[in-house]
């Protein structure tokens, strides 16, 4: 009986997930036309800070808790599906065109900021430290980097607002558009979070291992308000807020959900990550930026071979998991 009241839970959750990110992107869009500012910059601030609410909550939780490995997974893990499965989908369903300014500026700004924590994560190898830290200076570097992010930013809207020609006439009046974006950001982390306990609930009742709820449940489940606004934009040719969400959310990711807890309660020391996980950390990065940059647009081939990258690098750790006994 438990089990299936938290199934119904778990539908009542993706339901509010769906209409969340329907009425996320419509507030997001009209506020755009709004205020003259391309629909990219909303997507990078708005739509990116708000669905990164659900990591920023688990982060937080896990350093409370001690459980320092659960806070890097879920920075790593998402930023990892975020590029590889959100965009690939997304992709396969509308190939996704790429501004040249994003390509430009905004895409190796993601790089950078992911080579910075592999920088600050790798002690041993590049300190000769004994063991891999990252410490509270570490977490005040990676807030330091996003005052950068947001001068870039408040730089660019002022950009945008200057050579602003043609905007396209705003759906809903302003009032009602930020009303639309606050009840689908509710909409989309709350739905998430009932999702995830939900299904984590689920998963203990039928035996499956803490380690393996955390290498799936809560890395999916945390990336699902990203996931169906990444559905819903692709499907509505809103590319520019499907771009600017995935490059917002990686680099809020890095620097506010693992920065912010580590600044605000000090070092923490993962034990568990592999050399694995730091290459695809990167490589998914630079893989995002290589697809943009060859004919400014990420096709539907492109986007599938994304899709095969990330059931390959999943299939490697649940293989992991299994063959050391985690399940």
Do not use: W
Not at 66 to 82: E, H, K, P, Q
């Amino acid at each position: 009986m438990e089990i299936f009241y938290q199934v119904i839970l778990l539908l009542v959750g993706f339901v509010i997930l769906i209409k969340g990110a329907d009425y996320m992107i419509d507030g997001a869009s009209s506020t755009a036309s709004h205020f003259k500012v391309s629909k990219l910059l909303i997507g990078l601030t708005i739509i990116a800070f708000g669905t990164g609410a659900p990591e920023l909550a688990v982060s937080i939780s896990s350093i409370i808790n001690g459980s320092t490995d659960m806070l890097l997974g879920n920075v790593i893990g998402s930023n990892i599906l975020n590029i590889l499965l959100l965009v690939g989908i997304g992709a396969v369903i509308r190939p996704i065109r790429i501004k040249k300014d994003s390509i430009a500026k905004e895409l190796p700004l993601l790089i950078l900021t992911t080579v910075a924590l592999i920088v600050l994560f790798l002690d041993k190898a590049l300190n000769g430290a004994e063991i891999n830290t990252i410490s509270r200076t570490d977490g005040i570097i990676c807030l330091l980097c996003f005052a950068i992010f947001i001068f870039y930013i408040i730089r660019m809207a002022q950009k945008n607002r200057k050579a602003a020609k043609e905007v396209e006439k705003p759906k809903f009046k302003l009032g009602t558009s930020i009303i639309f974006i606050i009840l689908g950001l509710i909409g989309v982390v709350g739905g998430a979070e009932l999702v995830v306990t939900s299904a984590s609930t689920i998963a203990s009742a039928i035996g499956v291992s803490d380690r393996m709820i955390a290498l799936t449940i809560v890395a999916f489940g945390t990336s699902l308000p990203e996931l169906i606004t990444t559905i819903k934009a692709a499907k509505r040719g809103e590319t520019e807020l499907l771009v600017g969400n995935i490059i917002g959310s990686n680099i809020f990711n890095i620097c506010i959900v693992l920065g912010l807890p580590v600044a605000m309660f000090g070092t923490i020391t993962p034990e568990s990550f592999q050399i694995a996980d730091v290459v695809m950390l990167v490589g998914s990065a630079v893989i995002l930026y290589i697809t943009a940059k060859t004919g400014s647009k990420i096709t539907r081939a492109e986007g599938a071979l994304m899709l095969l990258a990330f059931i390959a690098y999943y299939s490697f750790i649940i293989y992991g998991a299994i063959a050391g006994g985690a399940i």
